[in-house]
């Protein structure tokens, strides 16, 4: 996809068309090692969270409202890992856009939906978290999986209608109206109202609930285990109450720490992307974008760290064993041993 006659003169995207943007110049042992960085970071990422979808939508005993939400999280990143990685390596090893200006309008729209349905998911998992820490009780009245499936869709259905407002009105498919970009450019373009606008909506206004429900959260978890080292101490507190609480405090603790990690990769690009366009500030913005990207290939292992249930789900998948009469209704969370 190179063009140009000698390393030592001027390539252009598009060589006969004048407004080509100019084509950055890499080595051969450079384009060889980017591609193939980039495609295990594509597979390792499509990979495992297709061993999460699997695990969830397969179990039976899985289908409660916490793994539906985590599997609306899954589909999220393994979209980033199919569809966003691969024309991100594309665009950044080549250095130039090859697909056109309307495919960059859908790319950027793509994009953008993934990443605020991701986000999303993160603040219907923290509510979840909260009624079912702070009010067990009340949590299968509360929280039931239709109430879980119509939120989900309700996240994904404003993502979609965010996204494809932010496009439109930033020009992306209006290509005789966007002045300074040359032709083999797919700029994230956006006025600095539009990105102050998104800030807020987008990240600061979720983050305030997660962190806000979070921290009330772990305020009842750490109040609960006091309560019952109290009652056990007492011989007052039974121990299906003990493991349930139990449990609940460390699911809590486990997406806890997902959300954490999603935080660390978006505050710090959220912050740059209010910052002037310099040089410096385009390679470190290209550097946080990619961290979110692998920020999708994370979330899995953390499963894989914390729930037991993952672990045995995906010895079913890789032992084939899910192809088996009635594998479905098998109790995920009992002990084979």
């Known amino acids: 996809m190179a063009y140009g006659t000698e390393d030592r003169e001027t390539q252009y995207c598009f060589p006969s068309i004048n407004s080509s943007c100019i084509k950055g110049k890499r080595s051969r042992h450079e384009y060889n090692v980017l591609y193939v960085f980039f495609s295990l970071l ?4 499509v ?9 969830i939508s397969h179990f039976k005993k899985l289908h409660t409202p916490t793994n539906l939400l985590i599997l609306s999280l899954a589909v999220a990143d393994m979209f980033i890992g199919l569809i966003v990685i691969p024309i991100e390596a594309i665009k950044l090893t080549e250095t130039c856009w090859y697909f056109g200006d309307k495919f960059c309008g859908v790319f950027i729209k793509t994009l953008g939906l993934l990443l605020s349905a991701s986000l999303c998911n993160l603040v219907l998992i923290a509510v979840d978290r909260y009624v079912a820490v702070c009010c067990p009780l009340q949590y299968p009245q509360k929280i039931t999986t239709t109430k879980t499936l119509m939120s989900i ?9 965010y996204n494809t407002a932010i496009v439109i009105n930033n020009g992306y498919f209006d290509t005789f109206h966007r002045t300074g970009v040359c032709y083999g450019e797919c700029p994230y373009m956006m006025s600095f109202a539009w990105r102050a606008g998104d800030l807020i909506l987008s990240f600061v206004s979720p983050c305030i609930v997660i962190i806000m429900l979070y921290l009330r959260i772990f305020y009842v978890a750490q109040r609960q285990v006091k309560m019952i080292n109290l009652l056990l101490n007492t011989g007052k507190s039974t121990m299906e109450d003990t493991l349930k609480k139990k449990s609940e405090s460390k699911a809590a603790l486990t997406l806890g720490i997902i959300v ?15 910052s002037g366009s310099t040089v410096n500030t385009a390679v470190m913005s290209k550097f946080l974008t990619w961290t979110l990207y692998v920020n999708s ?12 249930w993952f672990k045995k789900a995906v010895k079913y998948i890789i032992t084939l064993r899910l192809c088996k009469p009635a594998s479905s209704h098998v109790d995920i969370f009992k002990d084979d041993h």
């Open 42 to 45: 594509s597979a390792w990422t």
């Open 47 to 55: 990979f495992l969270n297709l061993l999460v979808i699997i695990s």
């Open 153 to 161: 869709i309700l996240c994904w259905f404003c993502s979609i209608a």
């Open 260 to 274: 954490t990690v999603h935080l660390l990769c978006w505050i710090p690009f959220y912050i740059l992307s209010l």
């Open 297 to 308: 290939g994370l979330n899995p292992i953390v499963y894989a760290l914390f729930y037991p």
